[in-house]
């Protein structure tokens, strides 16, 4: 080629690189992401959408990525697996010892733990033990040296422990208050959690079983709860707190993860974005499970890739284990055994020669998540219909089309569920009566529409095709197929398991686009790239924390279901009346004047303040005694239907202050009239 024609060449591929065209996308995304807002113009959107992911293509499909199998080709890994004897008889006693101990829980299967949970954790730790002893050839090389991930820094070290410290911070932050609206679930698992095993009022029911009549959730979680009540009290924050644990946990896996595919820039914004996102904020501050499922699936995630990597059984043994321990927790985890069956599938036709060296390895992944799941897999097989029955019951289809028809009928009922969802991404509201915003901020869906087509076009890749496949498989199961019946999407409850795939794929184009600036750009312009990304983060930060600890509501008009709706209304009220009561303290009794519309929810209340009297309906015309020993104050509450009572109680007990109590929008709930402790006397009465 001559000279001309070469620099040409070059000067075509320099204005066609990432480093420009990535912002050309982002600013298409963008602007679709806005105008899907408007119904009218949403084929516009979608097409804008479309054209921003075919964009960042262009741009980004040649970006680096750390090599998925290892340098070396060879079979001896395959060969020496099993070789030692050692390793050979350490995998025999997990085997066994973790045989027995389905035989001790079937034996004994009231027992709390008992020699059934022993067992099940002897059993744990001998595998992961034969896993280690198993000799395998180039076993101790890391990363950098399989061509992964290069080696950590200090820097790195300091960055990381920062965005944990950011993540747990805004997962601790005023649990109590926040979210101000109480789910009635979370009371209800505090109260599970201290009638199994806080009360002591009977035997505790085992670990291996499942707690919560109609619910059925396993009972590992409740044990957790109960351990946190324990130590310190009974409290919301209290009951809030394992899932704030489990949230802030979770970006610790998950930057592995990203890291080892996609570099450190990318994990860096990845990890970040999970840390301050406030839908993964806020249900990682409510007391229920559905956030540990996220934790599970990015630490298997994680070690199936690096085992991929580095072709040690130790890191297949891991995933399967951190896969079979995620059965103690939230339903959304029983789609993993089929994703985890679907990637070994893809990889044995997708790169069978790669894939026969590792036909050993799958059998650790297997073993693994048997002996994860442990007794609680005999419970299910001795309860049959338990482990899918909910999902089944919930389902919106449920069969195989036949026909022509039954496909025409079959997308008539799942498109609009569909599209839904994808709305609720960055445009719908959430309709789960838990979460009362779309998933994502604008910025950070436009960031998910060009990842989704980098790993789309890229799908080879086991990583993409291993974050597709969960993100997308838990959109079409949970979001899609299963649903409360009468209920609207999205669910972004049923979500929870994809978090780790979305902020994933939000990460891969920032990292590409800095990959691309370290090729095309001078070093002075590479550090302006990352000044740009480090602002937009913090930019960010700054919008999701801003919203959801200063803006965010579970606003009931933002539901479509007109029996949501009015539940919510009611939980409104409910958690209204119990914070007030709380912020009163137990030195007052509550009363309420008249008949409230609302139902009283003393559990909430006890959640918030131990020992407060409460009144539910008192008559205005017969004077309450004043003759307390506990010398308390009064508070009356004056809902809506009985504030013409107002005048006569305060003709009754003078000396109080009138007041009105609104919610955190300044909507009216009830006007309130209370009397110091100190102006009544153990001796006065009532006017």
Not at 329 to 343: D, E, K, Q
Not at 553 to 580: C, F, G, I
Request: charged content about 15%; aromatic content about 14%; hydrophobic content about 50%.
């Amino acid at each position: 080629m001559s000279d001309p024609a070469l620099a040409r060449s070059w000067s075509w591929r320099w204005l066609t690189c990432g480093v420009w065209l990535g912002p050309v996308a982002f600013a298409l995304s963008v602007l679709g992401t806005e105008l899907l807002r408007r119904e009218s113009l949403r084929p516009w959107a979608v097409l804008l959408l479309l054209s921003a992911g075919v964009v960042a293509v262009l741009a980004w499909s040649d970006s680096r990525w750390s090599p998925s199998f290892p340098a070396d080709q060879g079979t001896e890994a395959h060969l020496q697996t099993w070789r030692s004897r050692s390793a050979l008889a350490t995998l025999a006693g997990a085997v066994l010892l973790s045989g027995s101990s389905h035989v001790a829980f079937l034996a004994a299967p009231r027992e709390a733990f008992g020699l059934a949970g022993w067992l099940w954790l002897a059993g744990i730790v001998a595998v992961i033990a034969a896993a280690a002893l198993c000799p395998v050839g180039h076993a101790r090389q890391s990363d950098s040296e399989c061509g992964g991930s290069p080696a950590w820094t200090w820097w790195e070290v300091a960055v990381v422990a920062s965005i944990a410290v950011l993540a747990l911070a805004l997962r601790l932050w005023d649990l109590r208050d926040v979210p101000f609206n109480i789910y009635p679930d979370e009371i209800m698992t505090g109260s599970v959690a201290e009638r199994a095993y806080v009360n002591g009022l009977g035997p505790a029911p085992s670990l291996f079983s499942t707690l919560w009549s109609d619910v059925e959730l396993p009972a590992l979680w409740f044990a957790i709860v109960a351990a946190a009540l324990k130590l310190g009290g009974i409290g919301l924050a209290t009951v809030r707190l394992p899932a704030a644990l489990f949230g802030a946990a979770t970006v610790v896996p998950f930057y592995g993860l990203v890291r080892g595919v996609w570099g450190r820039i990318a994990a860096i914004a990845g990890a970040s974005i999970m840390a301050f996102s406030a839908a993964n904020v806020h249900y990682s501050r409510m007391a229920l499970n559905n956030i540990t499922t996220p934790f599970f699936w990015t630490l298997c995630f994680f070690f199936l890739m690096r085992g991929l990597r580095r072709r040690r059984p130790t890191d297949w043994t891991l995933a399967g284990l951190a896969a079979g321990v995620s059965e103690h927790f939230y339903y959304g985890t029983r789609l993993l055994p089929f994703i985890l069956v679907a990637f070994v599938a893809y990889l044995l036709v997708v790169h069978w020669r790669r894939a026969r060296q590792y036909m050993a390895q799958f059998g650790w992944l297997t073993l693994g998540y048997l002996i994860g799941f442990g007794p609680l897999l005999s419970y299910f097989i001795t309860h049959p219909g338990l482990y899918y029955g909910r999902g089944a019951g919930l389902m919106t289809w449920n069969r195989i089309p036949a026909s022509w028809h039954d496909i025409q009928q079959m997308w008539s009922t799942l498109w609009p569920i569909m599209s839904e969802n994808l709305l609720g991404i960055s445009t719908q509201s959430a309709q789960d009566i838990m979460y009362y915003a779309p998933l994502l901020l604008p910025a950070e869906a436009a960031l998910l529409v060009l990842g989704v087509a980098l790993l789309a076009w890229r799908w080879r890749y086991p990583a993409a095709f291993l974050v597709l496949l969960s993100g997308l498989g838990v959109l079409f199961v949970g979001g899609t197929l299963v649903l409360y019946p009468n209920s609207a999407p999205p669910m972004l409850a049923h979500w929870t398991p994809a978090f780790p795939a979305f902020y994933a794929a939000i990460a891969v184009p920032i990292g590409a686009w800095l990959g691309s600036a370290q090729i095309w750009l001078r070093v002075r312009e590479r550090w302006m790239t990352i000044a740009v990304v480090v602002v937009g983060l913090v930019t960010l930060a700054y919008a999701n924390i801003n919203f959801y600890f200063y803006r965010y509501y579970a606003d009931p008009e933002s539901l479509k279901n007109e029996r949501y709706k009015r539940a919510q209304r009611l939980y409104e009220v409910q958690t209204v009346q119990s914070r007030y009561m709380a912020s009163l303290g137990s030195v007052y009794r509550l009363v309420v004047v008249g008949q409230s519309p609302y139902p009283y929810d003393s559990e909430i209340t006890r959640y918030l303040v131990q020992g407060q009297e409460y009144i539910p309906t008192y008559d205005s015309e017969a004077p309450l005694s004043l003759a307390d020993r506990t010398r308390k104050g009064l508070a009356f509450l004056f809902f809506p239907g009985s504030e013409q009572y107002q005048e006569r109680i305060r003709e009754h007990y003078p000396g109080g202050t009138a007041g009105e109590v609104r919610n955190p929008v300044w909507r009216h709930v009830f006007y309130t009239y209370v009397v110091e402790p100190q102006i009544i006397g153990s001796d006065s009465q009532p006017r």
